[in-house]
């Protein structure tokens, strides 16, 4: 709320209203404040049970047999309920009087079963050490959740649902349930030859009922080599390595993360229909039995070394990942919008490094420093011919005037999570209108869907982590940091307080300050008001009410946040934890959250909170 407006009355009571900006119009702002002196509920509540079966054999030296049997149950609750007099019910007027007052219930249960078999051996001959296993495993996953909406309840001290006069407007008992079921086969084998030649092999085929009649099944393999060059006689003998490994693999994966019924015919029942009392049913999605997995094949190469204080991991991979799932546009003929299908060929490069050292030591004082970064960069190898009524879809809602963040499109070439905007000149000085570019590369003052670019990259080329670990005679600090740098950011803060804004609320002293006012201006914000563009035929357009996405609000994001700081004492020298039966006994001190430093200046928690986290904790061990 704007500080200026009443959020209570001098007596101390608290207005259902906060300020009346047009008396004539009674064009009135309700107080959000006023909803807390009223008896709303939202409850939740959940049980969660797990428990895991084993059963070990082992009939000779080095064969073991291992079974499982698991399950895992959950029930959940959860009760919204929101009085006749909160604010929401504000515009409810002559015959919607009866229907202020809410109740939302949501009861959700779900079952998971599961079982596997395991039949692994290991065996040691000389200087050769052999791995081999071989597994089963089956699950069933079951899940149902009913929602209840209703309205109309004449006093908020009636808070349950069966004072309600009537379901919600438009609205019935709703909810949703599903099953799915996998089972698969595993075999994995390990050779190592004299801790130093290690190789490793395994194979999985799997099937699952959310894949289509055509493709139940998919295997994927791995395989992996590593060579433990500390143990040959020419590096052991300098006599400065403590570990140094190098290992290569490659390997496939797979993905079934969507819901059940993307590939099956799933019917529901059409309610207001019956025929000789029978109720009618319609088909829910479109059918799709060659829908398959989604797989990600994997090269990595990679080392570990040590070298005293020194600890050192690198990983250097490429990740190409097919038939990714998505949600495709279909025609309206076919009576869906959307199907899910595989479409594309994705391609992640990517460079991992880890280093630590441990700078001192001395008995427990010690004085330890972390470092590490990783870079990512994706790349659209293959994209179907769907995709491209995906792209028209979006450029239609790019169009919408309504419409002032950027859209997603995917191009072969580009880059998963490219931000594509309109380019810009920046402000006209002589009329304080945004000049565009066109694809000709000619101005207009006209934004256009179709001449969108990418105007940056959304994932950072760089991030990582690195902080310091210290303690001396039982005074320890810990601290770690986050950074990341390299990438941009679209900056839809600055767009929707500077030239999107409200002025009905609070503003951005930029909107005064920052805005083109007059010609001959240079500013870096539009004019303010409405207004009418010349177009090149003598003819005027409205100007667009809303700034859409364009190349000004694209910043380059480079960010350093101090992510949490520990302090700690550990009283493990003094004499009176004996006398006191204490085996040990540590008072902390923890902030999280501490700092950010970033260059793109924008407001944080205008979404979601965000909160600087500062705790004590007292330890003792007995």
Sequence with gaps: MNPYWRAENLDGTIPFYAEDFNVVNQFEITNPLYNSTLNNKNEQSYNNFTNNLYLEWMPIEGLRSTARIGIDTKSSDADEFYSAKHTKFDSYFDSDIDRKGSYQVN??????????????????????????????NISERNYVERVYFAEGFPSDRLQDIIFARNYALDTRPAGLNGISRDMGFLAAVSYMWDDRFISDFTYRTNASSQFGADKRWAS????????????????????????????????????????????????????????????????????????QWESSFDYNGGLDLKLGPVGLRADYYQRFTKNLLA???????????????????????????????????RGRNFVSLQFGIETNTNKIVELSNSMKAYNDRMDAIASDRGKNKPIKKYQDGMAMDAIWAVPSLGIDPATGNEIYIRQDQSTTYLWN???????????PKYQGTFGLQAEYNGIG?????????????YNQTLVDRVENVDMVYNVDKRVLTGRWLEPGQSA????????????????????????????????????????????YYDFYSQSWLQKAKLQRLR??????????FSSIEIERGLSYPFSRTVSFSLTATF
């Design 477 to 489: 600090l810990s601290v770690t940091a986050r950074y990341l740098g390299g990438g941009q950011l």
């Design 107 to 136: 009861h959700g249960k779900s079952t998971y079963l599961s079982g596997d078999l395991n039949i692994n051996y290991s065996k040691q001959i000389a200087k050769n050490y052999l791995f081999a296993n071989l597994g089963y």
């Design 524 to 567: 870096l914000y539009k004019r303010l008001g409405e207004y009418n563009i010349q177009n090149e035929n003598g003819s005027t357009t409205p100007a667009q009410e809303l700034t859409r996405a364009t190349t000004r609000f694209v910043q380059n994001r480079n960010e350093l946040d101090i992510a949490a700081i520990n302090i």
């Design 449 to 459: 869907a179709s001449d969108m670019i990418v105007a940056g990259i959304a994932r």
């Design 220 to 291: 994927f393999w791995s395989a992996g080599l590593g060579w433990n060059l500390h143990n040959e006689k020419w590096i052991s003998e300098l006599g400065v390595v403590d570990q140094f490994r190098v290992r290569g693999s490659l390997g496939a994966t797979g993905n079934q993360n969507f819901n059940t019924n993307a590939s099956i015919a799933t019917y529901k029942y059409a309610l207001s229909a019956y025929y000789n009392g029978f109720p009618g049913s319609q088909l829910m999605n479109m059918v799709n039995p060659g829908l």
């Design 587 to 596: 008072a902390a001190f923890n902030m999280n959250d501490v700092a950010k």
């Design 327 to 361: 949600d495709i546009t279909i025609p309206n003929s076919t009576g869906f919008d959307l199907v899910k299908d595989n479409l594309g060929k994705i391609k992640n490069t990517g460079l991992e490094l880890y280093v630590n050292y441990a700078a001192w030591q």
